[in-house]
Nanobody, 128 residues
Framework: QVQLVESGGGLVQAGDSLRLSCADS????????MGWFRQAPGKERAFVAA????????YYADSVKGRFTISRDNAKNTLYLQINSLRREDTAKYYC?????????????????????WGQGTQVTVSS
């Protein structure tokens, strides 16, 4: 069973940087894709970034390109999201997700349908 635990969120100021982590304590070799989504107050959960566990193809939402970097550490079974130049609109709860189905389409990897397991989320609050 995949168990995802996010960490690294907090209260920060605009312009600061954060690195979110997602530890998969129950990871199996069947996990093929991992991603980050976020849900801002009053809004639906939205795609942020995704990565294929093997091969490392990465995908980003247009709104975060150039500021967010997704990466993984295979040896530690950990997914990361480096966030630079934080903005107030980045305030949200950030969720880690893992998928066990091979997805050939990068577009499909940007949807929740590509993921089978979700963490509880970590809150990021950006003040001006």
């Amino acid at each position: 069973q995949v168990q995802l635990v996010e960490s690294g969120g907090g209260l920060v100021q605009a312009g600061d940087s954060l690195r979110l982590s997602c530890a998969d304590s129950g990871r199996s070799s069947e996990t093929l894709n991992m991603g980050w989504f976020r849900q801002a107050p009053g809004k639906e959960r939205a795609f942020v970034a995704a990565i294929r566990w093997s091969g490392g193809d990465m995908y980003y939402a247009d709104s975060v390109k150039g500021r967010f970097t997704i990466s993984r550490d295979n040896a530690k079974n950990t997914l990361y999201l480096q966030i630079n130049s934080l903005r107030r609109e980045d305030t949200a709860k950030y969720y880690c997700a893992a998928g066990r189905t091979w997805v050939s389409s990068g577009t499909y990897m940007m949807t929740e349908l590509a993921y089978d397991f979700w963490g509880q989320g970590t809150q990021v609050t950006v003040s001006s």
